[in-house]
């Protein structure tokens, strides 16, 4: 038995099988290379899906996270601490939001933003206004209440009685919006749907919903739990489909790696929440949101444009590749299309043997690699690809 092997079976007898792994066990990485426990190296396309922003153990935010531990690493949200103060700071500052919630998870800060509209709504009209609008197709979590929200049928099993309230509607069709809009508080979409393919949803639609959710007092929810935090190229996604939503929820890449997530709250909702209204024991845990600040700071006007050259370089060479047929997304969140026939799983596991990480998303391949990925791990990461997509 490898090193690998043994630690697969150990997981495979204690840990509950709710997750397809792929039979390799990493040991350590830097930036976007990595290695299994038998010493094989891996590029790294998938920054574990979207976390690490800033790669394997870059070197500032080990530092930032270290001296938080050795400081103060929790004190609950009964008590003011620095880094929970400086990045709801932060994030509000270069948003336009206006204040933060901290959660530690995708599936939480979605949960956190669907209360706030329901209470929006119930504190200004009263009790019945409270039904959300999602997209079909869209992702927004595992908790009862988000995947009641989740418009796609195969996460509605098993688990009855969802929570009330959640209509799906066909993103694209602004006549959807309107006639589903009775007793609607909130619209929640992603912008690219993630999970459900890397499909960008279209911009005009967008605009239009937003500005009809504007004219009726229906919050707009914007989930950037995975295209925000500077994958697509801008710090938040919604800032190129011109938009403001009064509520944004982020989560996997905000954290660098440590469980973070947060819910920006625009004006019409900063108040909504009152002491005990909403709360999370790790929320704003401060070693977390050391990293994240640490984080914000590297993120800057100059980091994003390469974030996109980056991301149409990778996109560029992918297209001459073999089985390809199209590239989807923007930024460093890339779904490659598949000819007809190739599945996205297969090309995973033969990159696994060519020595590359690669996600899947519904039909296609998906990429989405750390942030600070050098030209050099791209180029290796490419030439592992286009091998496992001539082994398929
Ligand atoms: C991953 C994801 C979630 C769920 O996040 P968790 O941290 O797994 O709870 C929600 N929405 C979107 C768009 C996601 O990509």
Known sequence: MTNS?????????????????FPVALEHGENAVCYDFDGKKYIDFTSGIGVNSLGFCDKGWVSAITAQASKLQHISNLYYTEP???LAKVLCERTGMKKAFFANGGAEANEGAIKAARKYSFMKYGPGRNKILTL?????????????ATGQDVFHNYFFPFTEGFEHIPAGDIEALKAHSDGVCAVMAELIQGEGGVLPVDRDYIQKAAEYCRE???????DEVQTGIGRTGSLFCFEQYGIMPDLVTAAKGIGGGLPLAAVLF???VEEVFRPGDHATTFGGNPIACAGALEIMKRIDDKFLEEVSKKGEYIRERVMSMPHVVGTAGMGLMIGIELEDGYKPADVVNAGLKSGVLLLTAKSKVRLLPPLTITYDEIDDGLKALGEALKEI
Do not use: P, W
């Open 5 to 21: 092997e043994k630690i697969q079976s150990i997981d495979k007898e204690y840990v509950i099988h709710s997750y397809g792994r």
């Open 84 to 86: 929970c103060a400086m």
């Open 136 to 148: 079909v197709n869209s992702f927004h979590g595992r908790t009862v209440t988000t995947l009641a």
């Open 216 to 222: 009726n007092d229906i919050l707009l929810i914007i």
């Open 266 to 268: 625009g004006e019409k």
